[in-house]
């Protein structure tokens, strides 16, 4: 190993572990509690059999279900149980959108079903179907180099998984990318790396002045079986049925429960996940378990007698997934007190592991955060990294400049799964669950009771 390398690694090794050699001592009266925080959170699966629970008794939670709104009434119900303050639930007004029946058939060379799902927020097809040559295309720019193809066809966009947020456009715009060119229907290349034959659903908004076309995923498996076809120059024909519509709007409900703080109990410390999920899975990583263990720093504090000086305020909000209701209708309920809100948590990315907690933030807040984090290091979470933030807290975090804090799975495995039927509490291990729940618990504890707010 060379000198200049060696000096490399030993720096990398104190910036990776910044204050393990120097505990700060304004931490030491939150150690006992910290102790029994991670404690209690390890010493059962308490909250993963609380997950199989939501997910086996409710199912699939879809904005506007009636297995949504059985689901927030138990979760009602629950927070009071756990002793939870100041329980209630508060309205918002949701879409409704109905899958109905869909398939999707190769009828040239025939006959072949594959496994699909209709996305979010799609129209239906004619009953009888859409029948139409294939046009596959590898990613944007290809369908624009080849435009004048596009006309009666259904336009395949066979792009591989990079990313969530690189490959993601195509779901979200990929019908009206095809139909501005005359498509008459569109699927998409499921998002997430390859799994076991796994569409992946998700929401996809229509372009304002482009005709709207049914369009839908299938996995990449077939999508690669369709693109070898075309590549051998078969003229591969599909034919494509679905039912989808949206019905009213009908009223949803975040739910919140609160540990009101003991000094300070207008200032807020803000936590939870969305409890809404798509309708193929159970909706067990995305997001029951973030709902799951971020309403656990509330039982745990509730269990163990602690009360911060400022308030922790769980909530499960609705509708993230085709709507964002939940987190814009939060914002505007408590517009009022959005700046009274030191910081906000959510976790909307899983707890597989190597998780990792995110922080957004002033350096000065950063600072302090890393510096709490060192407790976490009995867990191997005391790395803070970039990212904090979330869908559901962002709309009154972007009001009141508050701090974002982010658990995230890895998000490999997170997005294999990602709004699958493939989505449920069998793949996720207990001990992750309890890991999460112990880490943010213990960052919500110290940062809702330290003597001076979180500087913003
Ligand atoms: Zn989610």
């Known amino acids: ?70 689901a927030i009434a138990w979760a009602v119900e629950t927070m009071k149980k756990d002793g939870l303050e100041n329980v209630h639930t508060e309205r918002v007004m949701v879409p409704r959108w109905v899958r109905g029946n869909e398939s999707l058939e190769i009828t040239n060379p025939p006959h072949h079903h594959v496994p699909m ?85 998700g929401g996809m908004n229509y372009a304002n002045e482009v005709a709207k076309i049914p369009t839908a995923a299938i996995p990449a498996e077939d999508a690669n079986r369709i693109q070898r076809l075309v590549n051998r120059g078969v003229k591969v024909r599909l034919r494509l049925k679905m039912e989808a519509k949206f019905e009213a709007d009908v009223e949803s409900f975040n739910v919140v429960g609160e540990i009101k703080g003991s000094e300070f109990p207008g200032e807020i410390v803000l936590v939870g996940g969305h409890f809404d999920s798509w309708d193929p899975g159970m909706g067990a990583s995305d997001d029951g378990v973030g709902c799951v263990v971020t309403w656990e720093a509330g039982r745990l504090m509730k269990k163990l007698n602690i009360r911060p000086k400022r308030t922790v305020r769980v909530v499960l909000f609705t509708n993230e997934e085709n709507g964002a209701r939940g987190g814009n209708g939060y914002r505007d309920q408590h517009a009022a007190e959005a700046s009274k809100h030191i910081m906000s948590v959510e976790s909307d990315s899983g707890v597989f592991a190597p998780a990792r907690i995110g922080f957004s933030g002033s350096e000065a807040a950063r600072r302090i955060i890393g510096e709490i984090a060192t407790l976490l290091a009995p867990l191997g979470m005391q790395q803070i990294s970039g990212g904090g933030g979330g869908a559901d807290i962002g709309p009154i975090s972007a009001l009141g400049k508050v701090p974002m804090m982010a658990y995230s799975g890895d998000s490999n495995k997170y997005f294999t799964i990602h709004h699958t039927p493939a989505d449920t509490v069998d793949r996720i291990d207990p001990q992750e669950v309890s890991k999460a729940a112990a880490s943010l618990a213990t960052m919500i504890y110290v940062v809702a009771d330290m003597p001076q707010a979180l500087p913003k």
């Open 1 to 70: 190993m060379s000198r200049s390398l060696s000096i490399f690694l030993l720096v990398a090794l104190f910036s990776a572990y910044p204050s393990a050699q120097n505990r700060p001592g304004w931490l030491d009266p939150y150690r006992g509690n910290v102790e029994k925080i991670i404690a209690a959170a390890q010493a059962d699966q308490f909250a993963w059999d609380r997950l199989a629970e939501l997910t086996d008794t409710y199912g699939q939670r879809l904005s506007g279900s009636d297995n949504l709104n059985r």
């Open 117 to 201: 799902l209709g996305l979010g927020g799609s129209i239906a097809t004619p009953p009888a179907g859409i029948e139409a040559e294939v046009m596959v295309v590898s990613n944007g720019d290809d369908l624009n180099k080849r435009a004048a193809e596009a006309k009666g066809k259904i336009v395949l966009f066979n792009v591989p998984y990079t990313n969530y947020g690189e490959t993601v456009q195509y779901r979200g715009n990929g019908a009206s990318m095809a139909a501005r060119h005359g498509a008459v229907a569109s699927l998409v290349r499921a998002v997430g790396p390859m799994g076991l034959r796994t569409p992946h659903t």
